[in-house]
């Protein structure tokens, strides 16, 4: 972690529970939450509500946990960057260490009771995933390398393997493919979002791949996983965890996303500034409806499976 100092040039405030809210991130939070509810909607065995619940509670608070350990380390690079100058650390209104006891004292609350409520080998999943978001991409890549979110998207796409895990205690080919969705998906989603972003990570030094490699060559990636990340999309609908339903939302967003990734790749700098980059910008949205719905069919066919309707 770089020396930080937090902003002084307006008196401090004091926090409030709002503050303390937002260093879980709980917009990312809730695609944990949302993901790891699939995985264990979807699979084979069923758990009892009052676990299934208190299983995802605490997968939620191991996202959150993350959360905050990253903004802890993280707060030299958000008090550069515009887009994030105003979370609670670099603004002043929460201390660096508070930040890093709350992660910390989260992290292990929610392994041990994730143990306790439904399995150890859930338990030991999100543990891992703690360790590889605040350790492995925060520290270790997101400042050394431009595959920071190509290796680091790890850690997002484990949650529904988690939901899985707690379900069934171990892991499968369809939760694997769950994450593979995730994993290949998160790539061009925050490319798409650096395209026209890029001051920002050029002024906080981090090695995305707009600033090591140049837009163009951006471009070329956004394309490429759009066009690897389909038939991933596609092969989840054809195990146990799919049908009809998923397999033709999938196809129907995965065209419209290849598409994205192509008018993303023939588009000149010039032309993107001269609109504000709409079109990056219409690519990157789409990809947030594009997960959720991936996921939402998902849990529909497992809803028509229920009362004998769904699957294959």
């Keep these: 972690m770089s020396d930080f100092t937090a902003n002084t040039s307006s008196p401090p405030q004091e926090a409030t529970f709002g503050d303390y809210l937002a260093l879980l991130k709980p917009r990312v ?56 100058s105003g979370r609670p650390i670099p603004s002043g209104r929460v201390a660096p260490g508070e930040a890093l006891g709350l992660g910390l004292w989260l992290s292990a609350l929610s392994v041990v009771m994730l143990g306790l409520a439904a399995n150890w080998f859930a338990a030991g999943f999100l543990a891992f995933t703690i360790f590889f978001y605040a350790v492995v991409y925060t520290i270790w890549l997101k400042r050394s390398t431009p595959q920071n979110i190509v290796i680091g998207g790890a850690a997002g796409a484990f949650p529904p393997m988690i939901g899985w895990a707690v379900a069934t205690g171990g892991v499968s080919l369809e939760s694997v493919l ?38 163009p060559h951006t471009r070329k990636m956004i394309l490429a996983y759009t066009l690897l990340l389909s038939p991933v999309a596609i092969a989840a609908g054809l195990t146990t965890i799919g049908g009809p339903v998923y397999l033709a939302a999938a196809v129907v967003l995965n ?58």
């Design 178 to 215: 769950m994450f593979a969705l995730v994993f290949m998906w998160t790539p061009p989603h925050f490319w798409a979002l650096a395209l026209f972003m890029k001051s920002d990570y050029d002024a906080a030094k981090v090695p995305m791949l707009t600033v090591t490699h140049g837009r």
């Design 255 to 312: 065209l419209i996303f290849v598409k994205g990734g192509y008018d993303i790749w023939r588009r000149t700098e010039d032309a993107a500034r001269a609109d504000d980059y709409r079109t990056e910008k219409k690519v990157f949205r789409f990809s947030l409806l594009y997960l959720f719905l991936h996921f939402g069919a998902l849990l529909v066919e497992a809803g028509l499976r229920s009362v004998g309707l769904g699957g294959w």
């Design 29 to 84: 939070m809730s695609l944990v939450v949302f993901t790891a509810f699939v995985g264990l909607m979807v699979a084979p065995q069923g758990v009892p509500p009052m676990v299934g619940f208190t299983a995802i509670l605490f997968i939620a608070l191991g996202g959150g946990a993350s959360g905050a350990l990253n903004m802890w380390y993280d707060a030299d690079i958000d008090a550069v960057m515009k887009r994030t």
